[in-house]
């Protein structure tokens, strides 16, 4: 049996000597065994560690993309937050637009706002939960516009307005008449002043009579789009023409004697439906904002 010893023989160049290593079979397996056991430690090493890298790197763009996208989602939040205040100061400034346009329909129908409903009013009795117009958000804010676009609208359908200034001197309904001394019924109101009086219609409309009519004397009749009409009666002078539009607070005539009456003054009536409404019950609201 041959021996299972390997001769190493090693060379030294610069002495010249030689020196000589015996190892065994046993040993030189051992030694090959560990010499591929390590490399196979190392390259797996190596590939893990390559791997792991890839995946940091991989985390990494994915982490710079998340912070880019949410410096873009940021950068969009802001304009829109700024777009919303901008909204927001735009509806407050519609609004204030529309408190001016209530109070030049109100001053225009002769109605008078009181303190107590004006802003910044320093009358006792006030309260309630403080809401800034800056917690509002714009769509409640269009909402209140809408709202009072509407009732603004509706104002100035109806027959709020005064007709003109003066002293009432007879109600609507039953009265003794002027001339007869008899009950009689009395389709309106009277409002005595001195000739010359600006007669003023109390809603937008459309002129439907102007003229001469019997024992009203000199008369306007005015159709609203509430379907309400309003009478102008024993005017001195009229200032409009069947057909004519005309606006809430617009003089259409002046207070005169005309027809059956017993001196200078309005008979202002309102009908609907071909019956007769009292007028006070439309009045009654400028009382009550003139209080």
């Known amino acids: 049996m041959k021996d299972d010893k390997f001769q190493i023989i090693v060379i030294e160049s610069e002495l010249g000597e030689i020196k000589t290593y015996h190892l065994s079979r046993k040993k030189l397996k051992a030694a090959i065994t560990f010499l591929l056991v390590l490399f196979t430690f190392v390259t797996y090493t190596a590939i893990h560690s390559t791997i792991g890298l890839r995946k940091v790197a991989s985390e990494n763009r994915e982490l710079k993309e998340q912070v880019t996208e ?6 969009q939040l802001s304009l829109e937050v700024e777009k919303l205040k901008e909204e927001r100061d735009k509806t407050v400034k519609e609004l204030a637009k529309r408190i001016k346009i209530i109070d030049s329909i109100m001053k225009t129908a002769g109605l008078e ?4 409903l004006s802003y910044g009013a320093s009358e006792n009795g006030e309260g309630g939960v403080y809401i800034p117009l800056e917690n509002m958000s714009p769509e409640e804010l269009s909402d209140s516009i809408s709202v009072i676009d509407s009732l603004i609208s509706d104002f100035r359908k109806y027959p709020f307005g005064i007709p003109a200034y003066g002293r009432f001197t007879s109600k609507f309904g039953i009265r003794r008449d002027p001339f007869t001394h008899l009950l009689a019924f009395h ?3 009277d409002i005595a002043n001195k000739p010359g009086t600006p007669v003023r219609v109390t809603a937008d409309g459309k002129v439907i009579r102007a003229g001469w009519w019997a024992g009203w004397g000199k008369v306007v009749l005015v159709k609203h789009p509430s379907g309400y009409v309003t009478i102008y009666a024993h ?9 004519q539009k005309v606006k809430l607070g617009q003089v259409i005539g002046e207070m005169g004697n005309t027809g059956r009456s017993t001196g200078p003054h309005l008979h202002y009536g309102i009908e609907i439906n071909n019956r007769w409404v009292n007028p006070m019950k439309f009045l009654e609201v400028s009382n009550v904002w003139k209080k």
């Open 70 to 75: 949410l410096s873009s989602t940021k950068k």
């Open 113 to 116: 706002t009181p303190k107590t």
């Open 187 to 189: 389709p309106g109101i």
């Open 235 to 243: 005017l001195r002078r009229i200032f409009v023409k069947p057909g």
